[in-house]
Each structure stands twice: as structure tokens, then as C-alpha cells.
């Protein structure tokens, strides 16, 4: 059984090795609100070169619109709005920001089509790999969410939310704050002792630190976590609901494949994948998979998945919190997501010896690092 911190030497052992273009229709005309922009960025996460570009060029948060969050070990290019943006570009480390023009629309989340992924994968057996990306192109892969969309609590002990909901904040604050794959022992040590804890805590960013000076005044740890911008605090929200839709789809796959094997993932999850489309896989394979919420308890959809989504939350103890509100949000939020998702264009572009770079398509939302851990396990 292999785990994805196994496969990741093998594709991104360096940051060239994992190429991403954001693909998008910008309506651009000479006039607007907003200013359009071309970002593109090399080992660095796409929230912290939103504040550098707040400090830059002094703009608010709530001006800058985006599609999605890109590999922070990576090179990517993807696009930005900025509300009465300035007309020029911008330089700073490892980034550079080219304006392409005005248009009367933000841009926001989900609004691009996809992304181009163009990937070099190492040490591995060349004609095992050419024959799993034949048999990908047929059978396609389940559409879990990726590690990146749990960011928010990748080192917690449990998911922000959960704490959110037995509106212990407090504790909520200290996860939040000490998690760090390194230093943890150490932040969660000098808790309360603050001119040390935040002689230790240089990785924190300019909207964390604000959290943090707020609650260090205050000492009111709910007030403190609402002083997170709205995109970040949805960002908590989304990284429990996509566990549990991740949880939902390892379930199905279960029940759906005579034939399939299960990776360890993050927080102890194990992802679930088919070998082959089973009949049953197969009237599922354009299935909108819904999250959890209270819409799902009047979904239509096949009375099997129903039961598998009624279990997870059962499991979960959710029946009597979907209506739940924290920080002024909403937790459970309708939505829904393809089950099963298929590269396109999917094919070699440069191979030596067990060197292959790879080229492909995928829709908006759906991970390359998920197909990778496919490709690479079967």
C-alpha cells in the first residue's frame, strides 16, 4: 500500500516537475471596473502572493478575485481581478503579475475550465506507467479532492469545523496556530508565552498574524477567528465538507468495484480506487456526487448512493447540525461534484530512459495529484 508522501518524490522533485496553466475565457475590454491580470508563480502558494500584492500595491483583499488555488511546489500561471487593479505589472519573489486588461466581471472560484498539466515523473517503470495512462484514458479516476484543499487542518487533530461546532474556538485557535509539520510540539510549548511564540512563528502570514494580535489583546478566541477574511473561513468550511465527500466516494467505490485497492492519504484517510468500470461503476460515471447538507436529504438521485451519504453523516453525528452557523457562515453548504472525471488529451510529450514528461487536461476542481496517485498505484 503505497501513501502519496512515497509517490511525491517521484513527481515533484523539483518545482519545474510540475507545470500547471490555468485555462479561461477573460471577457477584456479597454474599459472596466476591474483590471485583469496573468500570475505566475514558482515554489509559492497562491494566498501568500495575494499578500504580497495587498502590501504592494495597498488594495484591500475583498478587491482580488480568483479561480483556485494552485501547487505551491510548482510553476503555474493562472489569473487574477482586481478591483480598480492599476494598469501595470508586478515583480516580487517568485512571482511576476502581467495586467492583460479591464472587463466589467471579477473573477471568482470555479470560473475557469480547467487546467493544463504538464508533469515529469521520475524513476519510474516506462512501460508499467504507458500502460496505466492507456488504461486511465479508458476507466477515468474517482474525483476526490486533493491534499491542498485541506490546508486549513492538515495537522490538526481534527478538522477545524468539528471544534467550530462544540463552539470550542479556543482550542480551535491553539490547533490552528501550532500546527506545522516541523515545529508543532515546539508552538504548542510556548502557547500563551507570546514574544517566544512569535519569535518561532515566522511562517505565519500577515492575515494570521492580525488573527493572532487580535485574540493576544483580546483574549476572545471566537472574535479573534472572525477577524479571518471570508475566503479563508470558507476555505475551514470546504476542507470538512470535502472530507466527507472524499469519504462518501471511498464508499461507493467500495460497494461499486469487485476489483479495487485503497492509498493512505492525509489525516489517516485511506482513498478507495477501481481497477475497472463495473456495470454498476458505470451508470455512475456521470454522477454529480452531492456534498453533505440538509438539500441532500430531498436529493432524487439513486437510492444507494442516497444511503451511503446518509451513512457517512450518521457516522459523523451530523444529523442534527446541518442547519449549523459558525463565525457567521453557513457549515453545510449545498453543492455537488463529479464523481468520476476523465483526462483529456491525455498523452507523452518527452521520455528518457525512466524520465516521462506527460501532458493533460483536467476540468476545474479536479486534482492532477489524484490521477497521479492512481497512475502510480495501480
Same mark, same amino acid.
Given at each position: 500500500?503505497?501513501?502519496?508522501?512515497?509517490? #511525491?518524490?517521484?513527481? @515533484?522533485?523539483?518545482?519545474? /516537475?510540475? $507545470?500547471?496553466?490555468?485555462?479561461?475565457?477573460?471577457?477584456?475590454?479597454?474599459? *472596466?471596473?476591474?483590471?485583469?491580470?496573468?500570475?505566475?508563480?514558482?515554489?509559492?502558494?497562491?494566498?501568500?502572493?495575494?499578500?504580497? !500584492?495587498?502590501?504592494?500595491?495597498?488594495?484591500?483583499?475583498?478587491?482580488?478575485?480568483?479561480? *483556485?488555488?494552485?501547487?505551491? #511546489?510548482?510553476?503555474?500561471?493562472?489569473?487574477?481581478?482586481?478591483?480598480?487593479?492599476?494598469? @501595470? /505589472?508586478?515583480? *516580487?519573489?517568485?512571482?511576476?503579475?502581467?495586467?492583460?486588461?479591464?472587463?466589467?466581471?471579477?473573477?471568482?472560484?470555479?470560473?475557469?475550465?480547467?487546467?493544463? +498539466?504538464?508533469?515529469?515523473?521520475?524513476?519510474?517503470?516506462?512501460?508499467?506507467?504507458?500502460?496505466?495512462?492507456? =488504461?486511465?484514458?479508458?476507466?477515468?479516476?474517482?474525483?476526490?479532492?486533493?491534499? $491542498? &484543499?485541506?490546508?486549513?487542518?492538515?495537522?490538526?487533530?481534527?478538522? =477545524?469545523?468539528?471544534?467550530?461546532? #462544540?463552539? /470550542?474556538?479556543?482550542?480551535?485557535?491553539?490547533?490552528?496556530?501550532? $500546527?506545522?509539520?516541523?515545529?508543532? &510540539?515546539?508552538?504548542?510549548?510556548?502557547?500563551?508565552?507570546?514574544? %517566544?511564540?512569535?519569535?518561532?512563528?515566522?511562517?505565519?502570514?500577515?492575515?494570521?498574524?492580525?488573527?493572532?494580535?487580535? +485574540?493576544?489583546?483580546?483574549?476572545?478566541?471566537?472574535?479573534?477567528?472572525?477577524?479571518?477574511?471570508?475566503?479563508?473561513?470558507?476555505?475551514?468550511?470546504?476542507?470538512?465538507?470535502?472530507?466527507?465527500?472524499?469519504?462518501?466516494?471511498?464508499?461507493?467505490?467500495?460497494?461499486?468495484?469487485?476489483?479495487?485497492?485503497?492509498?493512505?492519504?492525509? @489525516?489517516?484517510?485511506?482513498?478507495?480506487?477501481?481497477?475497472?468500470?463495473?456495470?454498476?461503476?458505470?451508470? =455512475?460515471?456521470?454522477?454529480?456526487?452531492?456534498?453533505?447538507?440538509? %438539500?441532500?436529504?430531498?436529493?432524487?438521485?439513486?437510492?444507494?448512493?442516497?444511503?451511503?451519504?446518509?451513512?457517512?453523516?450518521?457516522?459523523?453525528?451530523?444529523?442534527? $447540525?446541518?442547519?449549523?452557523?459558525?463565525?457567521?457562515?453557513?457549515?453545510?453548504?449545498?453543492?455537488?461534484?463529479?464523481?468520476?472525471?476523465?483526462?483529456?488529451?491525455?498523452?507523452?510529450?518527452?521520455?528518457?530512459?525512466?524520465?516521462?514528461?506527460? @501532458?493533460? +487536461?483536467?476540468?476545474?476542481?479536479?486534482?492532477?495529484?489524484?490521477? =497521479?496517485?492512481?497512475?502510480?498505484? !495501480?
Amino acid at each position: 500500500m503505497k501513501s502519496l508522501s512515497v509517490l #511525491r518524490g517521484k513527481i @515533484k522533485v523539483y518545482p519545474e /516537475d510540475f $507545470q500547471v496553466e490555468e485555462v479561461i475565457e477573460i471577457p477584456v475590454k479597454s474599459q *472596466g471596473e476591474y483590471s485583469y491580470y496573468k500570475l505566475k508563480k514558482k515554489n509559492i502558494n497562491t494566498l501568500l502572493v495575494l499578500d504580497l !500584492i495587498q502590501k504592494y500595491w495597498k488594495v484591500s483583499r475583498d478587491r482580488i478575485g480568483f479561480c *483556485g488555488l494552485k501547487d505551491k #511546489r510548482a510553476v503555474t500561471t493562472q489569473y487574477i481581478s482586481i478591483k480598480n487593479g492599476p494598469k @501595470k /505589472d508586478l515583480t *516580487g519573489p517568485n512571482f511576476t503579475l502581467t495586467f492583460i486588461g479591464k472587463g466589467d466581471t471579477p473573477l471568482k472560484l470555479g470560473d475557469a475550465k480547467g487546467n493544463i +498539466f504538464t508533469i515529469t515523473l521520475r524513476g519510474v517503470n516506462s512501460s508499467k506507467l504507458l500502460k496505466n495512462l492507456k =488504461l486511465l484514458k479508458e476507466i477515468g479516476f474517482v474525483n476526490y479532492f486533493g491534499e $491542498q &484543499r485541506f490546508a486549513p487542518d492538515l495537522y490538526t487533530k481534527e478538522p =477545524l469545523v468539528k471544534y467550530f461546532l #462544540r463552539r /470550542d474556538y479556543e482550542t480551535a485557535l491553539k490547533e490552528y496556530f501550532t $500546527q506545522h509539520p516541523a515545529k508543532s &510540539r515546539l508552538l504548542k510549548k510556548l502557547w500563551g508565552r507570546w514574544k %517566544e511564540f512569535l519569535k518561532h512563528a515566522g511562517h505565519l502570514s500577515a492575515v494570521e498574524r492580525r488573527v493572532l494580535t487580535n +485574540f493576544i489583546k483580546k483574549g476572545d478566541s471566537e472574535k479573534a477567528l472572525k477577524v479571518f477574511p471570508k475566503h479563508l473561513k470558507l476555505l475551514f468550511l470546504f476542507s470538512y465538507q470535502s472530507l466527507l465527500w472524499n469519504r462518501v466516494a471511498c464508499e461507493l467505490v467500495k460497494l461499486c468495484a469487485p476489483k479495487f485497492f485503497c492509498v493512505n492519504f492525509v @489525516k489517516k484517510e485511506k482513498l478507495c480506487f477501481y481497477r475497472e468500470l463495473s456495470p454498476e461503476l458505470k451508470l =455512475l460515471k456521470d454522477l454529480k456526487l452531492p456534498y453533505i447538507s440538509k %438539500e441532500v436529504l430531498n436529493w432524487n438521485g439513486p437510492n444507494f448512493v442516497k444511503e451511503v451519504i446518509l451513512k457517512v453523516m450518521k457516522k459523523e453525528g451530523l444529523e442534527s $447540525q446541518l442547519d449549523a452557523e459558525v463565525l457567521g457562515l453557513k457549515v453545510f453548504n449545498p453543492g455537488e461534484r463529479e464523481f468520476i472525471v476523465f483526462p483529456e488529451d491525455l498523452r507523452v510529450v518527452n521520455y528518457s530512459k525512466n524520465i516521462f514528461t506527460i @501532458k493533460f +487536461f483536467l476540468p476545474s476542481g479536479s486534482y492532477a495529484t489524484i490521477f =497521479l496517485l492512481k497512475l502510480l498505484s !495501480i
